[in-house]
């Protein structure tokens, strides 16, 4: 595994191991903690502009959502300008279709200017409404998008074979391979003098005086800088509950007779489906995601890719199923991502996170953002995207339906986990989380009769796992930790895995 799902994805055989020998005694100023597009990018950026930078990853770079993206490079988002000028003004709304545009730019320039191989290409989208709802949905869009000055036109026809009502056209879209881009960024930004620690884990932060110590999996580490790139920081803050963890799913399709689509799609469904084409390993494929879930919510995951399949069958002439996975990513309550200062801090720790879909643009915006306020101070987009905003009215709504869910979810998990006679009871391929003498349990048996068990209790805030049968983990539902069937971290905020009860093979006398 060299991704956090069991599942491969479609650009992970470019993922490589990264090691670096330098002394991490050493005083830096600044360490990132994560390994995806944005901390990458960040380490990339501030190296780049004279800053010494060690870049910690938990596991190996790529590992988390960049490795499992479809990358898709928008400067159009998830929350649409229409409702980011009803929600937050037409100045801040023509900020965020500013943000849009100068990430695309970022990565276009890093592309071109290091000549990095990385399959970038220009494209042109086609967003497409399938009924009426979704027609009066489009026509929201386009009217929020020309007051911002962002372009949309109205089209006739689009290259999905897809029966629709009403499309538009968005130029100067963009997709590229993540592990390629962000591998290129590291090995520039190691010769470059940067430093990379994989297989670290980042556990927390002290911060004292001008310096702030992390300490980790591997001794401790200091900074005068620290930028959490990690979707939420570690510990509790204020951010936990201002985003909710959210699993989306994607497949690589072969398609008969060569009928691939020129342009990015996107329906209006809900959720909504998206698609790409991508040449691996030398075969044109179609890559199509969506079934969009909040994490552990849904009983059966791997129903999610047979979902998807069908849904993808019914409109294309489908060869074969080449790649399936799923990644995760985290819905801001008001619809802005939160990048900047971590509250709380003393004003030198930054974090980044709550992207939702659009985790390539915002993760490299992010680094732009937040090298700008280490070297300068101050960004044009600090106030938007601050992490420490309040707004009582924008995603209030939301916000107090994610908390009512964790509550509910908190509750009901600790109370009425089923209780069985004995481990019998569980089939091969079969995972259950149990009571057991008033304390919970989380039991996987493999096909072969072998037992994972494990507390069930997420180290971070005490929620209970869920299984996650498509990935084979176990996920929870507060806020989107997941750990392996031995218990291993996969994806914070947890910094510690779940606790093994037994490491030995558990027998069927064993009874519970």
Known sequence: MNRDGARKSAWQQQIKNFSSANNLTEIFDVAIVGGGITGVSTAFNLQKRGKSCILLEASNIGFGTTGGTTAHINDFFETTFDKAISDFGQENAELFKECGSEAVRII???????????????????????DENQVKQLED??????????????????????????????PNQAQFHPIKYIKALCEIYLNSGGVIVENCVCESHDEKDSLIILTTS????????????T????????????????????????????????????????????????????????????????TGHAEDT??????????????????????????????PVDGFPYIGVLPGSEGKIFTATGFAGNGMTLGSIASRIISDL??????????IFSPARIKPIAGFTDFVKEQATVVVDFVKDKIFAERIGSLAEINGGEAKVIKYEGDNFAIYKETSGRMHLL??????????????????????????????????????????????????????????
Request: charged share 25%.
């Open 374 to 383: 280490i070297l300068t101070g101050s960004s044009k987009y600090e106030e």
């Open 141 to 170: 869009i386009v009217e929020g998008s020309h007051k911002v000055g962002h372009r949309m036109r109205y089209i006739d026809d689009i290259s999905y074979p897809i029966p629709f009502l009403k499309a538009v056209e968005i």
């Open 218 to 229: 591997k001794g401790p580490v200091q900074a005068r800088n620290v930028v959490y790139a």
């Open 455 to 512: 507390k069930s209790t997420c180290p971070h805030a005490k929620c209970e796992v869920r299984w996650n049968s498509a990935e084979i983990s176990w996920d929870c539902p507060c806020h989107g930790s997941r750990f392996n069937i031995n218990g291993k971290m996969l994806t914070g905020p947890s910094v510690k895995g779940l606790t093994p009860v037994q490491e030995k093979e558990i027998t069927e006398e064993d009874g519970i």
């Open 231 to 294: 979707h939420i920081p570690p510990g509790i803050n204020r951010l936990h509950f201002m985003n909710a963890p959210y699993r989306s799913y994607a497949m690589a399709f072969t398609l008969n007779h060569d009928q691939y689509p020129n342009e990015l799609g996107y329906d209006l469904e809900d959720p909504y489906h998206y698609y790409r084409t991508q040449y691996i390993n030398g075969e044109q494929m179609l890559i199509a995601g969506g079934e969009d879930h909040k």
């Open 302 to 331: 791997g129903a999610c890719f047979s979902k998807l399949e069908n849904y993808v069958r019914t409109y294309f002439d489908v060869d074969k199923v080449a790649f399936s996975w799923s990644s995760q990513y985290f819905e």
């Open 108 to 130: 276009e320039s890093n592309v071109r200017e290091n000549n990095i191989d990385c399959d970038f290409e220009k494209k042109t989208a086609h967003l497409f409404a399938l």
